[in-house]
């Protein structure tokens, strides 16, 4: 891991009087983007060739004096492959730049957490040590930290176990980034289905022997886009969201008689993420959503100091009972927050008093440690 005093020495020669915002164009980056513009930052978006038009062409800004009129991405920087962002000449150009870099899941993802970890020498805005809780299967992976938290998570069961519905979590064979999840609710069921995925190609062995089996929590999902600033030592609530999933969406739009009708490679759902959308809570469930928070921040602070920094989001399910399961946490910025992007989220908004994203969100902490002289709080 780079030691953070690295990062500060580094920052002492930043220009942070016109820094620039960078990130992954990827994921997140339209709302870190966005966020920026509107707080008076400018922006870099670092893309893979070939899939670089949506922030090159699209969502490019147009400045007239310096403001701007029109699009989110000042500067977009293209590379043959994301993982060329962690050679050394690219760095260079972000830090002569003074770019504040925001990792997402494609960052970590594309560029390896090992890398991130140990030759990403541009300042982070977050939390570089928490990134690596993130990899399921890790010795002190979010799991971990959620029961250091005393947090509820779904229970694990064993293959030979299972007697109730359950969640197999493990990768997608092809899609790298993408799940291989299925359900089962019987052993006689979930050989029969991983079986017949591992046929298909959709999982492989390896994955199927490092799966996490949990009970299955029925009832819906809230992604709560949660915020720890340091400077101001608050926890907020930014906004909810909830995915749309494929083909998982589609098997449930379908009558039951004609789900019984789908062929062997259509029965399986997939749970690849193409959407968000957003959400609220009853209001008698948000107390619950912050303590869930509190508690998180809490764990973190004490077990991977200094702890979770700025954006944050944890995965639940609300049972019958209205009681909250996590079952899985982001220590960066949420896949879902592009739904608050521009518009700002009803939370968010009620605590600002104004349109606020979590990419904005975040970019007002950069704006607030620059006044007080207190960026090293916020950057690893």
Not at 56 to 75: I, P, W
Not at 201 to 216: M, P
Not at 224 to 241: H, K, R, V
Not at 331 to 351: F, Q
Request: hydrophobic residues 35%.
């Amino acid at each position: 891991m780079i030691d953070r005093s690295k990062i500060l020495e580094i920052l002492d020669g930043y220009d942070l009087d016109d820094p620039m915002i960078g990130v992954v164009a990827s994921h997140s980056a339209l709302d870190t983007c966005d966020g920026a513009v509107e707080e008076g930052f400018r922006t870099l978006a670092i893309c893979q060739k070939g899939r670089e038009k949506t922030y090159a062409k699209y969502f490019r800004t147009n400045r007239v004096n310096g403001e701007v009129v029109t699009g989110v991405v000042d500067e977009v920087r293209i590379l043959n492959r994301f993982t060329d962002l962690i050679r050394g000449e690219q760095q260079d150009a972000l830090l002569s730049k003074s770019v504040l870099f925001v990792p997402n899941r494609s960052f970590t993802s594309y560029c390896g957490i090992d890398s991130v970890e140990d030759e990403f020498e541009v300042p982070l805005l977050g939390s570089r040590n928490l990134l690596r809780s993130e990899e399921r299967g890790e010795e002190q992976d979010y799991y971990w930290i959620l029961e250091k938290a005393g947090l509820p998570f779904p229970e694990t069961v064993e293959p030979e176990d299972i007697d109730e519905l359950v969640m197999v979590k493990l990768p997608h064979a092809v899609k790298t980034l993408e799940r291989g999840f299925f359900t089962a609710a019987s052993s006689e069921e979930y050989r029969e289905k991983s079986d017949r995925l591992l046929e298909q190609g959709v999982i492989d062995q390896d994955g199927l022997d490092l799966a996490r089996i949990e009970r299955y929590v029925i009832g819906p999902v809230f992604n709560l886009d949660l915020f720890y600033s340091p400077i101001l030592d608050q926890i907020e609530l930014l906004g909810i969201d909830w995915r749309f999933e494929s083909s998982l969406d589609g098997h449930v739009r379908l009558p039951a008689p004609q789900q019984l009708t789908l062929n062997d490679a259509q029965i399986s759902p997939e749970y690849t993420v193409c959407g968000h959308n957003s959400a609220t809570l009853r209001e008698s469930l948000l107390e619950k959503a912050f303590d869930l928070a509190e508690k998180y921040v809490e764990a973190t602070k004490e077990h991977y100091s200094p702890g979770i920094i700025g954006p944050f989001c944890l995965q639940t399910c609300v049972d019958k009972d209205l009681n909250f399961s996590i079952y899985d946490v982001a220590p960066r910025i949420g896949g879902g927050t592009n739904v608050h992007m521009a518009v700002g989220h009803p939370y968010g908004n009620a605590l600002w008093r104004t349109r606020m994203s979590t990419g904005r969100r975040l970019m007002r902490e950069v704006g607030i440690a620059l006044e007080e002289d207190a960026l090293d709080k916020i950057v690893t």
